[in-house]
């Protein structure tokens, strides 16, 4: 089955213990790219990877990092974690090409930091 | 700029009743992609439909419908007979074409289904 992969699917951490979220496709996409959802914000975007060893900045990157070493998987990192990155984490793919293409999402990550 | 409006942010019906869910939205890009995504309470997001800018045709999917008119920058959703599992947050959603890597999501709206 084509999917996006998530782990951990719930996570509550402390500040500053460093964590990872895996995020792992199957379908061969060069596009992959990391989301968070807030309440009255929508989805924002974190980082993206257009393909292996190319990543760049979205919208919100403070805090986060990102590397992309092979093509099915991107981790986003946080390095130090604080509250303010409690949030929903979504992870998601599209083969590259024009931007008709569809983004195919992960099931999400709800981290909670205290 | 590229940004999208959805401005009801809690919509509730009693089942049966139609319900149009608005997005507004705003670009410079003369080649322009719009989406809508359902996020039901299990939390996963569903693409529902993909439309591009030189497509005004609106499209009826069952009891879904899109209405899509660049004169008023509007790409709104109705339901038509709404059902207790349309129940759901809905995300409008627009992708440029000049920076086709970013995807600009509107803030949701939450449709309430009552039996």
């Not at chain 1, 979205?58 to 805090?63: I, R, T």
């Not at chain 1, 599209?94 to 930091?113: D, E, H, I, K, W």
């Not at chain 2, 995504?37 to 879904?64: A, C, H, M, T």
């Not at chain 2, 409008?92 to 074409?97: F, I, T, V």
Request: hydrophobic share 30%; net charge positive; aromatic share 14%.
């Amino acid at each position: 089955e084509a999917q996006v992969t998530q782990n951990p699917r719930y996570l509550i951490t402390v500040t500053g213990k460093k964590l990872t979220v895996t995020c792992s496709q199957n379908m061969n996409h060069e596009y992959m790219s990391w989301y968070r959802q807030d309440p009255g914000l929508g989805l924002r975007q974190i980082y993206y990877s257009m393909n292996v060893e190319v990543t760049d900045k979205g919208d919100v990157p403070e805090g986060y990092k990102v590397s992309r070493k092979e093509k099915r998987n991107f981790p986003l990192i946080l390095e130090s974690p604080s509250p303010n990155q409690t949030s929903l984490y979504f992870c998601a793919s599209r083969p590259q090409g024009t931007g008709a293409n569809v983004l195919t999402f992960g099931a999400g990550s709800r981290l909670t930091v205290l | 700029a590229q940004k999208v409006t959805q401005a009801q942010t809690e919509i509730s019906v009693v089942e049966k009743e139609d319900v149009t869910l608005d997005c507004v939205y705003e670009t410079r890009d003369t080649t322009y992609y719009l989406f809508w995504y359902k996020q039901p309470p299990s939390g996963e997001l569903v693409f529902l439909i993909r439309r591009n800018s030189f497509d005004e045709q609106n499209e009826i999917s069952g009891r879904y419908s899109w209405n899509f008119q660049k004169s008023t920058s509007s790409f709104n959703f109705t339901i038509t007979a709404s059902q207790v599992v349309d129940s759901a947050v809905y995300f409008c959603a627009l992708r440029g074409e000049y920076n086709f890597n970013k995807f600009y999501f509107g803030s949701g709206t939450k449709l309430n289904v009552k039996p």
